[in-house]
């Protein structure tokens, strides 16, 4: 397995890589919902593909609140994970080689990206965009895997692949999960143990609410508001939303029909967690 921290080393040798291409950007701090996208990626790049992982805490999704500071770094225990999961190449950059101090230019979407987590945190996915068509840019992959726990960022990368006209297939792999239902995330490790004994809650209330959808729920806005007041009875949980919302615009509908994408944003102290349920 190579590891490749120059821009223009990773330049130069993405235009010699055996095709296809199949990348994996990570912020690191890996663990099995990661090495999952890897072995995906794997799959897809068969026996003479090529499959790219990145390493990269990117400074421009993190508001200036937010644990940028304090975001895991561990590349030498993170490469060793994916060499042993097979992983061809690894990528991970400077912030100072990624961006320029007087940098201009960003990638925004405008419609997916005013709701949900856009909406509780301005300019977060302007940064996602930029760092992955930077990405896409550095690496030139065919076919590039994301996780769906985090769905609008799935969602709003696909648009920007459709409307900007990247020639990359985007894949998606299914939430990788605990046994009590928790899905796996870098930021669960700052969860304390009463705070880790609480947090299936999230998961569990989206079933609830999977169950409440096939006995009738009335509305919308009932089973949001009913989905928020369970996951609030836990005593260190603060809720930044929960919705029900199309899985494509990811807008509140009017009426429940499926499909239909159950999510939520829940604080356990400063620990922020996302997880969703579509509910097909």
């Not at 060793?80 to 992983?87: H, N, P, Q, S, V």
């Not at 101090?101 to 990206?113: K, Q």
Request: proline share 6%; net charge positive; with cysteine.
């Amino acid at each position: 397995m190579k590891l490749i921290k120059s821009l223009p080393s990773m330049q130069r040798l993405a235009s010699r890589l055996p095709h296809p291409v199949v990348l994996v950007p990570t912020m690191g701090a890996l663990h099995e919902g990661h090495i999952a996208l890897v072995r995906q990626a794997k799959r897809r790049a068969g026996k003479k593909g090529t499959t790219v992982a990145t390493i990269f805490v990117n400074p421009t999704q993190f508001g200036p609140n937010e644990d940028f500071a304090k975001y895991p770094r561990r590349l030498k225990e993170d490469c060793a994970l994916l060499k042993k999961a097979g992983c061809d190449l690894v990528f991970a950059p400077a912030a100072g080689d990624m961006y320029f101090t007087d940098r201009s230019v960003t990638v925004t979407e405008t419609s997916l990206t005013t709701v949900m987590c856009g909406a509780s945190r301005p300019g977060h996915f302007a940064g996602v965009c930029t760092v992955v068509s930077k990405l896409f840019n550095l690496t030139k992959p065919d076919i590039a895997v994301f996780g769906e726990k985090d769905f609008q960022q799935l969602a709003i990368i696909r648009r920007m692949v459709r409307d900007l006209n990247f020639p990359v297939q985007i894949v998606s792999h299914p939430t990788v999960r605990e046994p009590d239902g928790l899905a796996l995330s870098s930021r669960n490790r700052y969860l304390t143990p009463e705070e880790r004994r609480e947090a299936p809650i999230i998961y569990q209330t989206l079933l609830r609410g999977e169950q409440k959808l096939g006995e009738g729920a009335e509305s919308t806005k009932q089973l949001e508001n009913w989905m928020r007041r369970e996951i609030a009875s836990a005593s260190h949980t603060r809720v930044d939303y929960v919705v029900a919302v199309d899985p494509v615009t990811l807008r509140q509908r009017k009426k429940l029909e499926r499909p239909v994408l159950l999510a939520a944003a829940v604080f356990f102290r400063s620990t922020r967690l996302i997880d969703n349920r579509l509910v097909r």
